[in-house]
């Protein structure tokens, strides 16, 4: 008898029943506008943009959805490899494990795919994540915080983030988020040396209230030497957090930046598994972690290294991979259950559109309500993904 099955759960709902099948669909949704980050573009406006979309079913029918972001200028996970990963690999090992038990289902995919020097294959493994979170919650007919037992915030601000290349064009990007009702401000910079950078977030500060929180975020675009240049440069400007300055395994350096810059370093590719968090704080190499969802292989982790990072100390921060709706609507319900009371960046809805979203998150005003329906909050019409369904692999959608 398969260990799964001594210890079933109590209950009417389909998540004590073993997963039955395992759906992938690459999507192609509308495109907003442009966004670039020091690696390359992520969306290109009238191009559409694609994205990994999964469906768990269990026996029964209860069902939940996922999402992952193919984005080779910021990870080595493509849109083939994502399909492939959870076809081949990822499916075959949940197949037959009840729904519920999120921690078989986390171990069989340490299988599946080898962890390496940090976790494997990670945006792959949150879509399958997520649609197991989805699931049960929508089984269970409760949204995912009271479902976990925690849920700390009702709303959260969304930080805008600010294009343009040109002072007069980030004034004119920086009057839209404000026009849009947003009141903080995310700078991607890494792009144009270090005087044209400066001069970007100068340009930002200038145009923004003069209270209004802003970040930048280098995407591992520097040394440590030019790093600790740009965060006296930023630290005149207010700038609340300087984000991922060096190469992610930089471990030694992050150190030596930490200790010396005036602006907080803040971490993200460097967070894919909770046990990296582990490696920096015993090393004094952090002074916030990002929480995101995809990068660390979707909610069970993310829940892990948020832990940590709350009985640690380590200030937390919040952050997306300009995703649709449905990984929007799972990183607010992490953000609202560990409190993250500073804007986050959760870009998705100002670059791209999710046609297949029928009842879904609600933003005003610069504000995202947590979602209070069961699962992730997300209702997806199935026949519009089908509609946007494109074949990556070449092969029968």
Known sequence: MPATDRHPVPGPFGAAAPVERVETFAVALPSVRSFDIAGGAVTVAGRPSLRILVKVTARGGAYGWGEATPLPSWTDETAESIVT?????????????????LDAADRAFDRAISRGYTIGAPLARCAVDM?????????????????????RRESLELGWIVSGTTPAEVGESVAEGLAAGYRAFKVKIGRYGEEGDTALVSS??????????????????????????????????????????????????????????????????????????????????????????????????????CSLAEVCGVRLMGSGLTDSDLGLAASLHLFAAFGIDTPVDL??????????????????????????????GVVVNETVVRELSVDVLERRV
């Open 204 to 305: 930002v500060r200038e145009h923004a209230p003069p209270a209004a929180p802003i970040w930048v975020d280098a995407n591992q675009a520097y040394t440590v030497d030019a790093a600790l240049r740009m965060a006296r440069r930023l630290d005149p400007l207010g700038i609340t957090a300087f984000e991922q300055p060096l190469p992610a395994n930089d471990l030694v350096g992050l150190r030596r930046l930490r200790e010396r810059s005036p602006v907080p370093v803040a971490l993200d590719e460097s967070l894919r598994h909770p046990g990296d968090l582990a490696t920096f704080i015993r090393l004094e190499a952090v002074d916030v972690a990002i929480a995101k969802v995809q990068r660390s292989g979707g909610l069970t982790l993310s829940r892990r290294l």
């Open 131 to 151: 649609a197991l979170h989805d699931l049960l919650g929508r089984a269970a007919g409760v949204p995912l915080g009271v479902l976990w037992g925690r849920r």
């Open 85 to 101: 990963t959870v076809d081949r690999y990822l499916a075959p090992a949940l197949l037959g494990l009840d729904a519920w038990n």
């Open 347 to 376: 870009n998705g809805r100002q670059f791209i559109e999710s046609p297949y979203a029928v009842e879904t998150v609600r933003v005003e005003g610069g504000k995202a309500s947590v979602p209070d329906t069961p699962g992730l």
